[in-house]
């Protein structure tokens, strides 16, 4: 990898005006799948009334935000078409926008993302960063969104054939630097774009494992970092447990990921993850109270 300089950790994400301090703990996005085939949840949150219970309760139980995706990406995944992912998303943004409920949009396309735009989403979470819709880095500019700029190798479908890579924190870490880059270029600013490794998306179990224990190596690139392991097969993979029994190892790959200072972590079970990072961080800051609580 070519030398690159070693910048501080982001301290802020700025998102449409909104400041999100990243150094005192971190911001949970709470997983809204609108879909009737995502791999840990699909089909439970198809029907509008459903999915703004959910993401109401996943506010009560401290998410930040909530992200809102009406495609599939599970490896194997196949594509959805552009209207048919709005007809599932405009209700539920539009209903989260007037419930005053922040919220992403979990998509690639910008034909989705306007529809979410207007209705008020803070953030466009690409797991493509970029390089599939070359409108999306501009529309989120127009809108001076947020960007979260993904790493993936290949595309869902195909993404698991294989997965190759020299050093793999170096390479995503290099990969994702050059996108962050061109989405700046479109107009995005700077201290809106986080990056997020992609846990999961091209990766073999070993490479997830090091991109998690490296996460400080992304760090370093300045920019906010997002993580997402909820769920996620590498869990199965180590434990054999099944995606509904996996919260222990998400809650573990996290907290690993945090202490190593992801900013930002994509979850499903909100309050598991908000439970345990309270408890670490109270531990880590030295509140340990006299022992007699
Ligand atoms: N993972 C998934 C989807 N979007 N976005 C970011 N930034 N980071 C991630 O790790 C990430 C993501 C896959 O998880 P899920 O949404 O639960 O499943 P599906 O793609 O099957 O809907």
Redesign the pocket.
Same mark, same amino acid.
């Given at each position: 990898m070519a030398t690159r300089t070693v910048l501080r950790p982001a301290r802020q994400w700025l998102t449409r005006g909104r400041i999100w301090p990243l150094e005192s703990r971190p911001l949970l996005m709470g !997983?809204l799948?609108v879909?009737p085939d995502?791999?840990?949840?699909g089909g439970q949150f198809a029907a509008p009334r459903d999915a703004i219970a959910h993401a109401e309760r996943m506010i009560a139980e401290g998410a930040d935000l909530i992200d809102v995706?009406g495609e599939?990406?599970?490896p194997g995944?196949a594509p959805v078409d552009a209207e048919e992912e709005i007809l599932r998303i405009r209700p539920v943004v539009e209903a989260l926008a007037e419930s005053g409920i922040p919220f992403s949009i979990?998509t690639a396309k910008s034909a989705v993302a306007r529809v979410a735009l207007e209705a008020g989403a803070l953030v466009v979470?690409d !797991?493509t960063a970029g390089r599939s819709d070359p409108d999306l880095p501009r529309l989120a500019a127009e809108h001076g969104a947020g960007y979260?700029a993904?790493h993936m190798r290949g595309e869902p479908r195909t993404m698991q054939d294989a997965p190759e890579y020299r050093d793999v924190v170096a390479e995503v870490a290099e990969e994702l630097e050059a996108w962050a880059e061109a989405i700046e270029a479109a107009g995005v600013a700077r201290d809106a774009i986080a990056i997020?490794p992609?846990?999961g998306f091209g990766k073999t179990l070993e490479h997830n494992l090091q991109l998690l224990g490296h996460v400080d190596q992304i760090l370093t690139l300045g920019r906010p970092v997002?993580v997402?392991c909820?769920r996620k097969s590498f869990i199965g993979r180590l434990t054999g447990a099944e995606a509904d029994e996996r919260v222990p190892g998400t809650i573990a790959a996290h907290l690993f990921a945090w202490g190593r200072g992801a900013q930002i972590l994509?979850v499903?079970d909100v309050a598991a993850a908000r439970q345990s990072l309270t408890v670490w961080q109270a531990i880590a800051e030295g509140r340990g109270g006299t022992g007699d609580e």
């Open positions: !997983v799948n879909t995502s791999f840990s949840d995706g599939s990406t599970r995944a979990d979470n !797991v979260i993904m997020d992609g846990i997002a997402g909820s994509r499903h």
